[in-house]
């Protein structure tokens, strides 16, 4: 298991065109697991007033975090 903080890259993709190769990490897995918690926040309380976003964007991220860390048991 890896011990990066981001999680990794969610959705790398390597494009090979002749002779050459074209790699994209993508957005990290942390983003990723933090977009999704934001989404469901949001469908389920649909509370994005001005004054949510950045204990909304906050809380996003701190389940990110501890969805990252559950991985690693």
Do not use: W
């Not at 390597?14 to 897995?29: A, C, N, Q, R």
């Not at 933090?34 to 649909?46: E, L, T, W």
């Not at 906050?58 to 990110?64: P, V």
Request: aromatic content about 8%.
């Amino acid at each position: 298991m890896t011990t990066d903080k981001t999680g990794g890259p969610a959705f790398p993709v390597s494009i090979d065109i002749g002779t050459e190769v074209h790699y994209s990490k993508g957005m990290t897995l942390r983003d990723y697991f933090a977009s999704k918690a934001m989404q469901a926040h949001i469908v389920g309380r649909g509370d994005f007033a001005d004054g949510n976003k950045k204990i909304i964007a906050e809380c996003s991220y701190d389940m990110a975090d501890a969805m990252l860390k559950a991985r690693e048991l």
